[in-house]
């Protein structure tokens, strides 16, 4: 079920010169730099699958983030179960074993743990949102993948999370009371519930911010994502080019659109991750996924793979001529299958598509 939603009727078409791409550490300054010149009364909202107090940069943010809660900004943290359910190559972290956080944490958990704290001893707000019901749970099954920030008017959306650095990844981001007004109230409900399900109650949503744009989030629904049939539309209409960046190759019902659009004559360019970028584990599945699409998928559509020298590749887009997606979703089956909570922005307008397109390509 889909839940529509339409901003004002009078509001004026949004340009494609309105919007901002971001690499992340053009991220990182930026919401450092709009963080640092809040005043008393203004609002930050960040919302992150994972966290990492080990990156300098991640900690430079948290910083503005406690000067502005003491100064009397409004400021919350929206972090997913995630980030205390698996760790690095996926290895359990503490809410694996238990559903609620241990008194005595390990060092790595415990700075996250610290860290949310101090914000809310600064006068911040907090939530870990979407934590098992049970132990032993899924760490990917039921989580919020969405990534995006609100610091004022501003929004940025896409696909950086508050960790690593150096990932390739992209941000979107633009000026809009009307649309930072019902993202912030809307993000606010999912922080009082501390969850994406009790709010969001199985339906994906979409915000109409003019004829040629929306914003849709997937409520994290089983076998279900609004997303991704949009993205496989893009694809399907697409008639002279289709550029997918995703972290894995995208294989199951992706590749087949794909193929599809090659075969028809449109240039199709996958960019993803070399497999071995996957640590251990789910390197050796990922080689195993791309040999088996090796079998049955065109030779040109491997020639994009990236080295196993750059560094990993985050990003997730999908353009063509006329239109672009940008978001949180990978495009592919599996968060689908798990039930994800996402979010992304579709924009039918070739110079915004060209837009997306130059930005991926200026860090590949």
């Known amino acids: 079920m889909t839940e529509l939603l339409a901003r004002q009727t009078n509001s004026e078409p949004i340009s494609a010169q309105s919007f901002s791409f971001y690499d992340k550490v053009g991220y990182f300054r930026e919401l450092v730099r709009r963080i640092s010149v809040t005043v008393k009364g203004d609002r930050v909202m960040l919302v992150t699958m994972s966290f990492k107090t080990s990156i300098p940069e991640v900690n430079a943010i948290m910083e503005e983030l406690y000067t502005a809660a003491r100064r009397g900004v409004n400021v919350t943290f929206c972090v997913d179960a995630n980030a205390f359910l698996a760790g690095s190559h ?13 008194k005595r944490l390990p060092s790595n958990y415990r700075a996250k743990y610290e860290a949310l704290e101090k914000l809310k001893s600064s006068g911040g707000h907090y939530a870990i949102i979407n934590r098992p019901s049970r132990p032993f749970s899924r760490p990917f099954a039921g989580r919020s993948h969405i990534k995006m920030a609100i610091i004022n008017n501003y ?11 150096n990932h390739l990844d992209i941000m979107l981001g633009w ?13 606010n409900k999912i922080v009082s519930a501390q969850s994406t399900e ?3 109650h199985g339906r994906d949503l979409t915000y109409i911010l003019d004829p040629n744009t929306v914003i849709m989030m997937d ?9 991704f049939e949009r993205a496989m539309e893009l694809i399907d209409e697409a008639q002279e080019s289709v550029m997918i960046a995703c972290q894995y190759f995208p294989n199951s019902v992706t590749a087949k659109h794909l193929i599809k659009a090659h075969k028809r004559g449109v240039k199709v360019t996958i960019i993803y991750n070399h497999p071995s970028k996957h640590g251990i584990l789910h390197s050796a599945l990922q080689h195993l996924v791309v040999l088996r699409e090796r079998s049955r998928t065109p030779p040109a559509l491997f020639k994009e793979q990236l080295p196993k020298s750059t560094p990993f590749l985050h990003a997730k887009l999908v ?8 978001g949180s979703h990978n495009y592919v089956t599996a968060g689908v299958n798990f039930g994800t ?16 397109v130059s930005a991926l ?3 590949t």
């Open 155 to 165: 929004i940025y959306i896409g696909g950086c999370n508050i960790n690593d650095i």
């Open 361 to 363: 390509k200026m860090q």
């Open 198 to 200: 009790l709010i969001m």
């Open 219 to 227: 409520s994290g629904k089983q076998r279900q994502s609004l997303i």
């Open 175 to 187: 000026n809009d009371k009307l649309t930072a007004d019902f993202l912030y109230r809307f993000t």
């Open 341 to 356: 909570a996402e979010i992304a922005l579709l924009r039918h307008d070739a110079e915004f598509a060209r837009q997306a």
């Open 90 to 102: 996926a290895t359990p972290g503490p809410l694996f074993f238990s559903t609620k956080l241990p």
């Open 319 to 326: 353009a063509t001529e006329k239109a672009a997606i940008i």
